[in-house]
């Protein structure tokens, strides 16, 4: 059982330059989600999609770009990198937000950014 | 807009006493509550939910939480500590409410627990 699965690990970017993190998952889950992890701030929300084809932006969204074009794979675009996108992100997926899947993630094991 | 607080950032207690990790939010409407687990170097893992009913919810390695509405806390509990639960924990919240698909998390309280 694969999971959820980020790609790469570990990244070290220059100002300027860009970069896709990928993420994929294997349990057919509708809902995905990208959240980046700063120290003592907790996780904040970035981009999220209900399904192939739609997606939607979360709390911290600016920089940064996503895709759903099948149920399995949500890309993380940034462009043009900056140092306060250094940090740990994190892919989630979700069966769904009724009652029964309400919102239990599953979660990557996180790719670390550092942007210099 | 919905929040929660982790008013400690660290928690520390000695192995084979109980445990207490505290979680307050704030929602629009009835919540849904969790508490999450995250080992160094790991992404997150679920422990626990409130949807409805019983205000104590029982989870995953002997953890439980109890459901607060008017003091709109969710506190996570063990009544005998491991060091093996050292490790950040988070609690997170989500409206009812459709439209809001997502969870909100806290800051985090890292658990040290010494043996």
């Known amino acids: 059982n694969a999971g959820v699965t980020q790609t790469p690990k570990f990244r070290i970017l220059k100002i300027g330059q860009s970069m896709t993190l990928q993420c994929a998952q294997d349990m057919n889950h509708n809902y995905m989600y990208w959240y980046r992890q700063d120290p003592g701030m907790g996780l904040k929300l970035i981009y999220y999609s209900v399904g192939a084809g739609i997606t939607d932006k979360g709390e911290v969204p600016n920089g940064y770009n996503v895709s759903r074009s099948t149920t399995e794979d949500f890309p993380l675009r940034l462009e043009l990198a900056a140092p306060s996108q250094t940090s740990v992100y994190f892919c989630a997926s979700s069966a769904g937000t009724g009652i029964s899947g309400a919102n239990v993630l599953t979660f990557g094991a996180g790719s670390r950014l550092t942007v210099l | 807009a919905q929040s929660v607080a982790q008013p400690e950032d660290q928690v520390n207690v000695a192995e084979g006493n109980p445990l207490t990790v505290k979680c307050t939010y704030s929602v629009s409407g009835n919540p849904y509550l969790f508490w999450y687990v995250q080992y160094p170097n790991r992404g997150l893992q679920f422990l626990l939910k409130?949807?409805?009913?019983?205000?104590l919810v029982k989870g995953s390695y002997g953890f439980e939480a109890e459901f607060n509405k008017s003091q709109t806390s969710f506190h996570l509990k063990k009544p005998s500590a491991l060091v093996s639960d050292s490790a950040l924990y988070f609690c997170?919240?989500?409206?009812?409410?459709?439209?809001?698909?997502?969870?909100?998390f806290g800051s985090g309280t890292r658990l040290q627990v010494q043996p």
């Open positions: 409130y949807i409805t009913g019983d205000n």
């Open positions: 997170a919240v989500r409206a009812l409410t459709p439209g809001r698909r997502a969870l909100t």
